[in-house]
């Protein structure tokens, strides 16, 4: 699986805009974006995923460069409940369909009152 | 809709025992994997199962380890004659089967994870 570049860490204040960015300039043609994110002592949650086009969703946007090397999470307005770790996954095809994903060490999201 | 279902929440055992930790997969779901997590460090993918099969165990340690996913049942992760090492928060996760859905690629399937088992060897 192509490799991703996330900042370790970001801080952002409650009620603001965040986004968070992610690399990967060695993405293939058909690999999709994920975002994943893993609140305290709770498994990994689906946030949302792409492959060239913008996507929209209830929890988050999700902004894609239009060479593709990279990739932006942007979370509208923060909350506390949003403070977790944030994972981009590049998903590749495999002959049986499915492929696990690869977690790489993410961003720490931490919101501040 | 009943989540990923992870059983026990918190397993302790010593050193030499046992572990088995069940995952039932969500309605409808049935590929299943399992990661584990070591204290303050990353996921990292152990195995992938469809109904009696074994997809891909690159994750998997070479001895003590086993996965099952019965036609029947939970996918069942066995440790045999755990070690400290051992310790950690095992996550399962469950995702619909092989095939397109509205037009998109199996392969795209959202997982969905349980809450994870702990597992303490003392």
């Known amino acids: 699986d192509a490799k991703t570049t996330q900042p370790n860490s970001m801080e952002s204040n409650e009620e603001e805009p965040v986004h968070l960015p992610c690399n990967h300039s060695t993405i293939s043609g058909t690999d999709y974006i994920h975002w994943y994110r893993q609140l305290p002592s709770q498994g990994p949650e689906y946030v949302i995923h792409?492959?060239?086009s913008n996507v929209n969703n209830r929890m988050a946007s999700l902004a894609i460069a239009e060479d593709r090397k990279s990739s932006t999470l942007i979370l509208h307005r923060a909350t506390l409940r949003d403070a977790a770790v944030y994972y981009c996954i590049l998903r590749s095809p495999s002959l049986s369909g499915n492929t696990p994903l690869v977690f790489g060490k993410g961003t720490r999201l931490s919101v501040i009152a | 809709n009943a989540g990923v279902m992870q059983n026990p929440r918190h397993l302790v055992r010593r050193r030499g025992q046992e572990a088995r930790l069940r995952c039932s997969p969500m309605?409808?779901?049935?590929?299943v994997y399992w990661y584990r997590q070591l204290p303050e460090e990353g996921l990292k993918f152990m195995v992938y199962?469809?109904?009696?099969?074994?997809?891909?165990e690159s994750g998997m340690p070479k001895e003590r380890f086993s996965a099952e996913f019965p036609k029947e049942g939970p996918s069942i992760l066995r440790i045999q004659q755990v070690v400290r090492g051992d310790s950690a928060a095992y996550f399962c996760a469950s995702s619909r089967a092989r095939g397109l859905t509205k037009g998109v690629p199996s392969y795209n399937s959202p997982l969905h994870f349980g809450n994870g088992t702990r597992l303490t060897v003392t």
């Open positions: 199962l469809q109904k009696e099969n074994i997809i891909d």
């Open positions: 309605k409808g779901h049935s590929h």
């Open positions: 792409g492959l060239t």
